[in-house]
């Protein structure tokens, strides 16, 4: 039987480098965006180096109440956002070493969003970095599957439905996943390792590893794979 490794993440507003090695990691990455959206949380939301200090920017968007909208249904309530992020993007990092080098598909992207939906705007950015750093690891949504209720069971669900041996998951997870349903579905289980980072020359110090990946690729360029790491045992030949 071939081997594949699968990650199941809610999607993110430009994440952080980590995010980016657990996709680099697996052979299919599932983003889960058909569960509840959070406030206050990494959904429409990330920070960015300025000479002021660490600065949040954040997509506003309606909410409808606790229990009522999923991440997938979460829409912008202004679409002014994307000029002003640019702007403050730009007005971060445009004397970095490597901002000239990737800054046109973004600005094009953040000029011509033809969704005002949350998990559209992740996505095309998210596959946008992905290209910015080599990673063609396939990305699908959990709509694209049919998982059951309940927060384990709908992982081991997608995890089947998308052919997986192996699961890899966020650190954070050790404190609830119940290993013994990924065990009796066959699934091997992983945690990320997200420290021991390396640090890179990076604007306006002290350094901070938990900003947006755009830190890191207008701060190193190609150089940037050089500063992000493996998660986990290579993975297993088909």
């Known amino acids: 039987m071939a081997q594949k490794r699968v990650a199941i993440v809610q999607s993110s507003y430009i994440p952080w480098k ?3 090695d657990l ?25 960015i180096k300025t000479k002021d200090g660490l600065a949040w920017l954040s997509i506003p968007v309606r909410t409808k109440g606790r229990l009522l909208q999923a991440v997938e249904d979460t829409v ?4 002014a956002w994307a000029t002003r992020h640019w702007q403050n993007i730009l007005g971060a990092y445009a004397r970095t070493p490597f901002f000239e080098r990737y800054a046109e598909p973004f600005e094009a992207a953040y000029r011509s969003f033809q969704s005002d939906r949350l998990s559209h705007i992740n996505r095309v950015l998210t596959e946008l970095v992905c290209r910015a750093l080599g990673i063609a690891t396939p990305i699908r949504s959990a709509s694209d599957y049919r ?8 992982l081991v669900d997608l995890c089947q439905q998308a052919g997986a041996t192996e699961y890899l998951s966020g650190p954070a997870a050790r404190d ?7 065990a009796e579905a066959g699934i091997d289980l992983h945690f990320a390792d997200y420290s021991g980072y390396p640090e890179y020359e990076q ?4 350094f901070e590893h938990a900003v947006a990946v755009v830190d890191l690729l207008f701060c190193t360029g190609p150089r940037a794979v050089d500063f992000m790491k493996d998660l986990c045992p290579a ?3 088909a």
């Open 147 to 154: 998982p059951g209720d309940g927060r384990m069971q709908r």
């Open 23 to 47: 996709i680099r990691s697996v052979d299919e990455f599932i983003l889960l965006d058909t569960v509840q959206f959070s406030k206050g949380s990494w959904r429409n939301r990330n920070r």
């Open 203 to 206: 604007p306006y110090p002290p």
């Open 176 to 182: 609830y996943i119940d290993e013994t349903l990924f």
């Open 18 to 20: 980590g995010y980016f």
């Open 235 to 237: 993975k297993s030949p």
């Open 76 to 79: 912008v309530s202004d679409p």
